[in-house]
């Protein structure tokens, strides 16, 4: 069964920087939206917008069909699913629990085990593309999870992401998501010590972009982000508390497998003095600040 927007009813956890866009192109989509978010305001565009409002992730999960969170940390993702108040406790049976924040694999496989106890469909489906991606619908989306359920719930990734690929089962979104992050956090310091260099030699270092992002050292980092270090704009797509978080997780998740990984461990500490000296707010491109 596919959930096509003029009969499924999407429930939406989780409106900041990423989640609104991706819940406006929800109801650009044509899908109704319940929304609920920790501070009522950061809802208010998309009310205005058409979603409605509900008081807890209860009430939302007993009006919506399919729920999809967007939060902070793992701790906020096991809150909202497995709390007296929380999901899988008030999503009716057949309904479908994703979780697009980027967490922990072993949570992921948790969710899946206990909302398959109440037959109710768990994906963990972390996404990729920043506040630029989630604002124009073009979000890789990598997704852990049953094949069938899956194949439900395509065209509601469809609406937000146009790179969805099924990773393998619960908990595979999450430790493919880690791949990701642990190739941003080391290109992002070869971005960020490239443009101070740039800088330094003298060089235009715009017109550097234009040489150096085409051949063999462009990456997104590079082409997105590269431009708003030049700029001096540290306004978040990705908060910098945010790739710590993820940079831990990543990290133990790869202790666990026995496997080192000496260039996370260097992003983290720089990141860490980044947000030791008051950037955890700001976009993860403010790490050039340490080379300037």
């Known amino acids: 069964m596919e959930l096509s927007p003029k009969e499924t009813v999407i429930g939406f956890v989780g409106t900041g920087v990423m989640g609104k866009s991706m819940a406006k192109n929800l109801l650009k989509a044509g899908y109704r939206l319940n929304v609920y978010n920790r501070t009522k305001e950061s809802a208010q565009e998309l009310v205005q917008l058409g979603a409605v409002w509900k008081d807890t992730v209860a009430e939302l999960a007993e009006a919506s069909q399919v729920v999809i969170s967007m ?22 049976a057949g309904s479908y629990l994703i979780d697009m924040t980027t967490s922990s694999p072993v949570l992921a ?31 890789v989306i990598m997704v852990g999870g049953q094949e069938k359920d899956f194949n439900a719930v395509i065209p509601v990734f469809e609406a937000m992401g146009t790179n969805i690929i099924l990773q393998g089962p619960a908990g595979s979104g999450q430790y493919t998501k880690m791949c990701n992050q642990i190739t941003i956090a080391s290109n992002m310091i070869g971005v960020a010590e490239a443009m101070a260099y740039a800088q330094k030699s003298g060089l235009d270092p715009i017109r550097v972009l234009d040489s150096i992002g085409g051949g063999a050292a462009g990456s997104w980092s590079l082409s997105n982000l590269g431009p708003r270090m030049i700029k001096g ?8 508390k945010h790739i710590i978080k993820d940079i831990k997780i990543a990290i133990d998740s790869a202790q666990e497998m026995g496997l080192r990984t000496p260039g996370l461990e260097l992003a983290k500490s720089l990141y860490e003095k980044l947000a030791a000296e008051g950037e955890e707010n700001s976009g993860t491109q403010a790490l050039i600040k340490l080379y300037q």
């Open 71 to 92: 939060v902070g940390y793992p701790k906020d993702v096991e809150k909202v699913y497995l709390g007296e108040g929380g999901l899988i406790a008030h999503a009716k």
């Open 109 to 139: 496989k948790t969710l899946a085990a206990e909302g398959e106890k109440k037959g109710i469909h768990v994906l963990d489906a972390p996404v990729s593309g920043g506040d630029i991606g989630a604002r124009d619908g073009k979000l």
């Open 233 to 240: 704009d540290y306004a978040p797509g990705f908060y910098v």
